[in-house]
């Protein structure tokens, strides 16, 4: 509903940027932040795709060691890593739209 079946927003780093997931860095001649998101985002995406982060976190096996490793092995903040799986679960949503298939779970590019 939001990209009007994916016209008017076609690609997912615009997209994550729309729903605030994309991290932005502050830098200014020699000062350099670390990365935020910017609060500037369509709230009721953001909300759902956090509560479709932690659903995948707590069933997708994939999503679960990402997780648990980025958190326990590398002391990464929580947030920080439920905001890296809603970034991939919409690269994983574009990338089915358009491809126009199905999600595979041990999908190989084939190399021509």
């Known amino acids: 509903v939001t990209t009007n079946e994916f016209k008017d927003i076609n690609d997912p780093k615009k997209f994550a940027c729309y729903s605030g997931v ?13 990365a935020r998101v910017s609060h500037m985002a369509n709230k ?19 999503l679960k060691r990402f997780y ?8 990464k903040n929580k947030m920080s890593v439920i905001n890296a799986v809603r970034n991939k679960l919409i690269l994983r949503i574009f990338a089915c739209v358009n491809q126009n298939r199905p999600y595979e779970k041990n999908y190989q590019t084939s190399i021509a």
């Open 44 to 62: 009721k995406v953001k909300t759902l795709l956090h509560l479709a982060a932690i659903v995948a976190i707590q069933h997708n096996s994939d």
């Open 22 to 34: 994309a991290p932005f860095t502050d830098e200014s001649g020699r000062v350099v932040k670390k």
């Open 68 to 75: 648990e490793r980025k958190v326990e092995q590398q002391k």
